[in-house]
Each structure stands twice: as structure tokens, then as C-alpha cells.
């Protein structure tokens, strides 16, 4: 799924940076003068697990080491 950050960088929303919280995680755009935090709340539980495990391995993120 291609998404637009407030930036304006378009990419796949996969592509975003993982961020784990205690809401389940989040996805941030990868601009670092933006860093737009997305909660994805709009997704089904079951959806956002499933964009998040993406996120994490196309960005080599392992979850045990980023608490």
C-alpha cells in the first residue's frame, strides 16, 4: 500500500520505520526532518500486526531488542 506522509515523501507504507510502544507499535516516516508517527488505528487489529511484522523485517528490526 503506497502511502503520503505530511512531508510529502510517497513510499509503501511498509517502508516506514518500526516504532515499539506499548499501544502495539507504530510506524514513523523515515524523513528525519518529518518523523511523522502513523498508530495505523485505522487498520483491523489482525492488519496492523501484519504491516507492522513487514515494517520489521524490511527495516532488519527484532523486537527483543528494541524494548
Not at 506499548?22 to 514513523?28: D, K, N, P, Y
Not at 523515515?30 to 492488519?47: K, T
Amino acid at each position: 500500500m503506497r502511502e503520503v506522509c505530511y512531508c510529502g515523501r510517497t513510499g509503501e507504507i511498509e517502508d516506514r520505520e518500526p516504532v515499539i510502544d506499548g499501544e502495539g507499535g507504530a510506524l514513523r516516516c523515515p524523513n528525519d526532518e518529518c518523523g511523522h508517527v502513523d498508530y495505523l488505528l485505522w487498520l483491523s487489529p489482525e492488519n496492523r500486526r501484519i504491516v507492522m511484522k513487514e515494517a520489521e523485517r524490511r527495516s532488519g528490526l527484532n523486537r527483543s531488542t528494541a524494548a
